[in-house]
C-alpha cells in the first residue's frame, strides 16, 4: 500500500464513524409519540344543604320602640319609675336583658351624675313584642342616697333609656332631684320583662 493511500483510508474511515454516530443519534432523538390527550370531568359536590336565612323576630331596634316613663311610687326612701317600651313596627321583635339608663340634661344632652347600676334578683329573659304590645323595666331611684351623701344635687327632666343591645337611645320626660355626682350610684334598671 502507497503512503498516499493512507491518509485516504483514514478519511474515508473517519466519514464511515461520524455516518454512523449521526445515524444513531438521528435514531435516539426521534421525538417520543404524544400520549393520547384524556379528559377529566370534575363534579362538584355540596358539602351540605345551604344555610337557612334565620327565622323568627329580632332584636327590637331603638327606632321600633317608643319610651313611656310611668308615673312614681316610692316605698323607704327608693322611688320607682316604670319604663315602658311599645313595639311601633309592623312586625314582631325581640328584647333581652337590661336597658343603659341615665340622667340627662335634654335628649341627646349631657349626662347627669352616674348611669344606673343593674339590680338583681331577676336573670334576663328574652322577651317577644309583638306589634303595639308592650315590655317594660322598672327604674329605682334612691332618695336616701341623694339626699344624705350627694354633695352636687340637681333638678333633673329627663332621662336616656338605651333599649338591650342598642347603641342608640330613646328619651323620656321625669321630673326630679339627681345628683351630678359620678362617683355616687343613686340609681338601679331591672331587665325587661314582659308586660306594661
Known sequence: MSASAIPGRRVMAVCCLASLALAAA?????????????????????AGPPTPAPTGPVPCLTTDLRLTVG??????????????????????????????????????????????????????????????????????VSDVLIGNNCVHKVQVAWVQVYPPDQ?????????????????LVTMGVTTVTSGA
Open 26 to 46: 438521528a435514531c435516539g432523538s426521534a421525538a417520543p409519540t404524544a400520549a393520547p390527550a384524556r379528559t377529566v370531568t370534575v363534579t362538584a359536590t355540596p
Open 167 to 183: 347603641y342608640s337611645a330613646l328619651s323620656g320626660r321625669l321630673s326630679r332631684q339627681g345628683c351630678a355626682d359620678r362617683s
Open 71 to 140: 308615673a312614681a311610687n316610692g316605698a323607704a326612701g327608693t322611688i320607682f319609675y316604670p319604663l315602658d317600651f311599645t313595639n311601633t313596627s309592623s312586625s314582631a321583635c325581640t328584647m333581652y336583658g337590661y336597658p343603659g339608663v341615665a340622667f340627662v340634661t335634654a335628649p341627646g344632652g349631657s349626662q347627669i351624675g352616674a348611669p344606673a347600676s343593674r339590680r338583681p334578683p331577676a336573670a334576663p329573659a328574652l322577651v317577644t313584642l309583638a306589634p303595639g304590645a308592650t315590655a317594660h323595666a322598672t327604674l329605682a
